[in-house]
């Protein structure tokens, strides 16, 4: 067999590889950032800010500054 063939055989070879693993990495990096997507999605929903007290509205005890942190 020639060598310019059996090198070219051998670097198509590598390519697959690499391409086959690139493919894989690829699909854990997208499951992985789905994951964190529905995560960011959860842990906005539960921050409802209907939940808050609302402010005084009269008398001394919070009208003048918004001590709610």
Sequence with gaps: MDVGISSSV????YMNQAQ???Q????V???ALETQA???TEVLASA?????PDLAKEGVVGTQVNTFA
């Design 48 to 52: 409802n800010t209907s939940d808050q």
């Design 29 to 31: 990096f997208k499951e």
């Design 10 to 13: 051998s670097a198509s070879l």
């Design 24 to 27: 894989a990495q690829m699909q």
């Design 38 to 40: 529905e995560q960011v």
């Design 20 to 22: 086959t693993a690139e």
